[in-house]
T-cell receptor, first 116, second 111 residues
Framework: NAGVTQTPKFQVLKTGQSMTLQCAQD?????MSWYRQDPGMGLRLIHY???????DQGEVPNGYNVSRSTTEDFPLRLLSAAPSQTSVYFC???????????????FGNGTRLTVT | TQLLEQSPQFLSIQEGENLTVYCNSS?????LQWYRQEPGEGPVLLVT?????EVKKLKRLTFQFGDARKDSSLHITAAQPGDTGLYLC???????????FGGGTRLMVKP
């Protein structure tokens, strides 16, 4: 199994540009999420989904959109990139949903985004 | 908002030394997970603690959940260069099914 796959690994954008970060998992996990990681701030949740067709906001959702049309894919869209969105973005999945607190989050290897 | 504070933020030690990393909050968590992250990769789960006072051991790593489920510690005995990485604690999930992550402790073990 590939686990959680994120593309691209690196991206440079100019302020105002839009782009989509791709995330796919092959573990049939219902729960998927996007985090951003900034130095000293740990991981902050952007958006998450508990199943196809269901998405919800996390801690820092502004400037980002998500959709979940299939169990496998959970893309993250930056609508109009800003320098404050320079970060490393991680997609993570988990099974089962609900109170599966004994199940680990499976992370991809991240996308390093720079906005100039 | 639930917050988790990790200390220290940075730790540089010699191979063979012992160390403890702390994860503290004023909030009660239903569980506490510890992850390790290496450069260029995503975090990988080390352990989950669920019961107040629980102690779990993973080879040279000992994890403890506080009695009140507000804090946790990670103790490494005889650290090795392979232990180098970013250690993250994560509490929850909360009612919104979200995990709260601490800011991380960056550990470097020198040979």
């Amino acid at each position: 199994n590939a686990g959680v796959t994120q593309t691209p690994k690196f991206q440079v954008l100019k302020t105002g540009q839009s782009m989509t970060l791709q995330c796919a998992q092959d573990m049939n996990h219902e729960y998927m999420s996007w985090y951003r990681q900034d130095p000293g701030m740990g991981l902050r949740l952007i958006h998450y989904s508990v199943g196809a067709g269901i998405t919800d906001q996390g801690e820092v959702p502004n400037g980002y959109n998500v959709s979940r049309s299939t169990t496998e894919d959970f893309p993250l869209r930056l609508l109009s990139a800003a320098p404050s969105q320079t970060s490393v973005y991680f997609c993570a999945s988990r099974s089962p949903t609900g109170w599966g607190y004994n199940s680990p989050l499976h992370f991809g290897n991240g996308t390093r985004l720079t906005v100039t | 908002t639930q917050l988790l504070e990790q200390s220290p933020q940075f730790l540089s030690i010699q191979e063979g030394e012992n160390l403890t990393v702390y994860c503290n909050s004023s909030s009660v968590f239903s569980s506490l997970q510890w992850y390790r992250q290496e450069p260029g990769e995503g975090p990988v789960l080390l352990v989950t603690v669920v019961t107040g006072g629980e102690v779990k051991k993973l080879k040279r790593l000992t994890f403890q959940f506080g009695d009140a489920r507000k804090d946790s510690s990670l103790h490494i005995t005889a650290a090795q260069p392979g232990d180098t990485g970013l250690y993250l604690c994560a509490g929850g999930p909360n009612a919104g099914n979200m995990l709260t992550f601490g800011g991380g402790t960056r550990l470097m073990v020198k040979p």
